[in-house]
């Protein structure tokens, strides 16, 4: 067995590295303002940001958002429906596209 103290720690690739700088100035800004106090709660925005982290493909921003949530009351039945909403979003977005093409093709495979 190998010596598990020489285990090398992966380097982070930083993020943001192709992003200038102004733009990330605008960009954090924006952010910020987005979860200043509003209409919505913060417990609210975080769940609304999981399902948009999922839509998004965003690992980072998921991990971030469940953090956060828990971090603002949310419970894992919250945190679960929010999951459950982006899938019935995500498989009628699937059925919307064949419905599209559906039409285009004036193909109907079943009536």
Known sequence: MGDSSKVQKQEVWPSYTMVEDRMKRIYFQFYKETYKTSAIDRKTKELIAIAASLGFKCHGCLKGHIEK?????????????SIAITMGVAAASVVDQTDIISEELQLKLFE
Do not use: C, D, H, V
């Open 69 to 81: 949530a828990l971090q603002y009351g949310a419970t894992p039945e919250e945190i679960s429906e």
